[in-house]
């Protein structure tokens, strides 16, 4: 056998771990070590399946793991959306493709697979696999409130409403005078490592809510064109807790998630909508004890128009005067 699988079993300080060690495949430890020829055809289409001709494609094949032996290529997409990319690599290639009128894309093709016989006659396996890339098109970019929100959190263990439009807390707090999102927060500190913490994020309507999805960190639009209509959570709850030496909850919203959020909701004597609001909250949401302040951090966006629930924001029509110390570049 030219793979070597061995499990390894290893007694440290009273603890038992147990774990696999892999050997490569002679001619992918040597292509990891001196590089392999890689080709693969990117099929660029927008959001909707169609192909993208004319795009342009860079990409960047690593012929080590050092800058000056990164080699790259450019051109652009056939009619069919189709560019074929082919270089000498130890394991991948980067790319990124971009044009009008479209969201730039960015992403990584790994040729090399840990454990795998993925080098055959000094080329990476499978060989010349077409890989479909999504360039999402501009649809209908419209002017929102959009802010990175940095501020202070004036009471613990009460509730405190923020406005979205005013990009404030509600009087007597701040300057605003809609609780679009409401905010309970506590936390209790004894030093950077021993302490917990826990945020409630809430809302002031009946069918207001949110809802969580995993951001396209890939493409420049990270979230999806419009909200949906229904199944909207009322809340949404984060906490963590940990000791010198042990993590206790952990429950957090990391920067590879966003929520889209309904708000402003008007509701008939039935139930049924009659008017509501939408936006975006990017992750990640930070919170917590911050120098001598407890602060909250994150990055959202309001549609102004009710019953409107296009999320696709133009960032040169930003609704706010004053967004904030960052200004929001994202759509």
């Keep these: 056998m030219n793979r070597v699988s061995a499990t390894t079993i290893v007694f440290f300080?009273?603890?038992?771990?147990?774990?696999?060690?892999?050997?490569?495949?002679?001619?992918?430890?040597?292509?990891?070590?001196?590089g392999a020829q890689g080709r693969v055809t990117l099929r660029v289409t927008d959001s909707t399946g169609?192909?993208?001709?004319?795009?342009?494609?860079?990409?960047?094949?690593?012929?080590?793991?050092?800058?000056?032996?990164?080699?790259?290529?450019?051109?652009?997409?056939?009619?069919?959306?189709?560019?074929?990319?082919?270089?000498?690599?130890?394991?991948?290639?980067?790319?990124?493709?971009k044009k009008a009128d479209h969201y730039t894309t960015q992403g990584q093709y790994w040729f090399h697979r840990r454990g795998e016989n993925c080098v055959q006659n000094g080329r990476?396996?499978?060989?010349?696999?077409?890989?479909?890339?999504?360039?999402?098109?501009?649809?209908?970019?419209?002017?929102?409130?959009?802010?990175?929100?940095?501020?202070?959190?004036?009471v613990l263990d009460e509730a405190i409403g923020f406005d979205l439009e005013?990009?404030?807390w509600v009087a007597p707090h701040g300057h605003g005078s809609h609780a679009d999102l409401?905010?309970?927060?506590?936390?209790?500190?004894?030093?950077?490592?021993?302490?917990?913490?826990?945020?409630?994020?809430?809302?002031?309507?009946?069918?207001d809510g949110l809802r969580p999805f995993p951001l396209d960190k890939a493409s420049e639009l990270m979230s999806m064109y419009s909200a949906p209509d229904d199944d909207y959570a009322t809340s949404l709850v984060l906490e963590r807790e940990r000791t010198r030496t042990q993590i206790i909850k952990s429950k957090e919203f990391e920067?590879?998630?966003?929520?889209?959020?309904?708000?402003?909701?008007?509701?008939d004597k039935e139930g049924n909508i009659i008017s509501a609001n939408y936006g975006k909250i990017y992750g990640p949401i930070n919170y917590g004890r911050m120098g001598d302040a407890h602060r909250l951090i994150f990055d959202y966006y309001l549609n102004p128009t009710p019953n409107d629930r296009n999320i696709e924001f133009n960032p040169e029509k930003n609704l706010h005067?004053?967004?904030g110390k960052l200004q929001i570049y994202m759509p």
């Design 166 to 168: 005013k990009g404030d």
């Design 182 to 207: 409401i905010f309970t927060y506590n936390g209790a500190y004894d030093g950077p490592q021993v302490f917990s913490k826990r945020l409630c994020l809430a809302f002031n309507n009946n069918k």
């Design 13 to 34: 300080s009273g603890w038992l771990f147990c774990g696999c060690i892999y050997a490569e495949f002679p001619e992918v430890e040597n292509a990891r070590q001196h």
């Design 321 to 323: 005067a004053n967004p």
């Design 255 to 267: 920067a590879d998630r966003y929520l889209i959020i309904r708000v402003r909701t008007v509701t």
């Design 50 to 97: 169609f192909p993208v001709d004319n795009a342009e494609v860079s990409v960047a094949f690593w012929g080590s793991d050092s800058l000056p032996d990164v080699v790259a290529h450019k051109g652009n997409t056939d009619t069919n959306g189709l560019f074929v990319a082919a270089g000498i690599t130890i394991h991948n290639m980067n790319y990124e493709i």
């Design 124 to 154: 990476w396996q499978p060989w010349n696999l077409t890989n479909t890339v999504v360039l999402k098109e501009h649809r209908n970019p419209i002017p929102m409130y959009a802010k990175r929100v940095d501020i202070s959190i004036p």
